[in-house]
């Protein structure tokens, strides 16, 4: 394959988190939704009935434990909160750093300064590309990201999504 077919140097963003989410199913973060919702509920009708007691006494320490449990429940299902929380863990990593992916014929090269990785065709277990975005899936909810500002040019970034999907459909034909 051509030296056109690998991208530069760079690293995953919140905006590539953050589409790669909309990529995956996320019914079960509706789950944290409703939690947050019924302590809410809680902590309102516990109120609620306090103040209406013949001796009203609010415990203003346990409402705002019980608000903040909320609050963080909410932060857990959001895919930008969640996002930012990986990329800081991620930064904090011995082995995080900028990613060059580059095309070879039976397989895909992902090398790091500390490291490279070669993953077949066969390995995949799906291809998209969306918003200038190309998605590796190795799994379900499992992806690499490779974003159009990788490359020098819209084309070679075409050239390459192109390929890899190319390469992919010719293994994985239905």
């Known amino acids: 394959m051509s030296e056109a077919l690998q991208s530069k140097p760079f690293n995953v963003d919140l905006d590539d988190l953050v589409a790669l989410a909309g990529q995956v199913d996320q019914s079960s973060m509706r789950w944290f939704r409703w939690g947050a919702a019924a302590i809410l509920l809680l902590v309102a009708v516990t109120v609620v009935l306090e103040v209406s007691s013949k001796q009203p006494y609010i415990d203003w320490t346990l409402v705002g434990v019980g608000l903040f449990c909320a609050l963080g429940t909410l932060a857990i299902s959001s895919v930008r909160f969640r996002g930012w929380l990986w990329l800081r863990f991620a930064r904090r990593r011995p082995f995080h750093g900028p990613q060059t992916y580059a095309?070879?014929?039976?397989?895909?090269?992902?090398s790091a300064d500390k490291g490279a990785t070669e993953i077949p065709w066969t390995g995949l277990h799906h291809v998209t590309c969306e918003d200038g975005r190309l998605f590796l899936f190795l799994a379900e909810r499992l992806a690499f990201v490779v974003p159009r500002r990788a490359f020098g040019s819209d084309a070679d970034f075409e050239a390459f999504a192109g390929t890899v999907q190319q390469q992919w459909k010719k293994l994985h034909r239905l």
């Open 103 to 110: 095309l070879l014929p039976d397989r895909l090269r992902i």
